[in-house]
């Protein structure tokens, strides 16, 4: 169920962005809405599952700061796709190759952990394909509504790009299966850091003259508000297991 969860959240966000990428005000709000959601499950979950845990103590936070780092080193190979840094008219600047690379390595790493969840819909899951969605979406209208792209059928290299994107997650929670248990704090805190710089970049990136952007402010509430939502019901449900 997680596999296809995490498949379905890239196939859609693609068709999305295939049919209305044109649309850049919707993948910005989209993003926007997921950078509430994303920081949301980064302070309220994995954050709280890397502290609280018995093995790496204070180390831990080199290995948030080492996940930061890392999402800064992908951007250079993604152009900052990953926050809705797209625009049409430098669009050659991206070589395919190195977004795919960049792409596939960011979502490999997000699966890691994966491995480890006990819970079917884990919020940490639910982050994941949150983030997915805007990012798929913003690829789907970059791979898709190319103004040089004059054939109707979606090219191969487009194709493989967007299934090595969608297996990117589930192939890490697959390897994160052969390893220790232990090791768990350590990728969440990569994956905590990665989280954390792409949601406060989005959140963070200044407004135009430096106004209040009301749209802005309320849809990160609402990622916020979503993402609290089920950081309580994830709870409840804790709470009535242990019962």
Known sequence: MTVLLLIL????????GKHFGKKEKLAKNLLILSAGFLITICLNEVFPQVYTSEIGGSSLGIFVIGGVLLQMILEALTKGFEHGHFHHH??????????????????????IPLA???????????????????????????LFNRKDESKSTPSYPSLLIVALFA???????????????DLQPYFLAIVGGIFLHISSVIIFESNKNHNIDWMKIGLVILGVS??????????????GHHH
């Open 226 to 239: 979503l993402a609290l939502t089920m950081h309580l019901f994830h709870n409840h449900e804790h709470i």
């Open 167 to 181: 297996l990117a997650s589930p192939a890490g929670m697959l390897l994160g299966n052969y390893f220790n248990p």
């Open 116 to 142: 480890n969840e006990e819970h079917e819909f884990s919020p940490y899951l639910l982050g994941i394909v949150f983030h997915n969605l805007p990012i798929s979406f913003i690829l789907g209208a970059f």
């Open 9 to 16: 959240s890239v196939i859609a966000g693609v068709f999305l």
């Open 90 to 111: 430098n669009e050659h600047n991206i070589l395919p190759v190195a977004l795919m690379v960049g792409l596939f390595i960011h979502a490999f790493i997000e699966g």
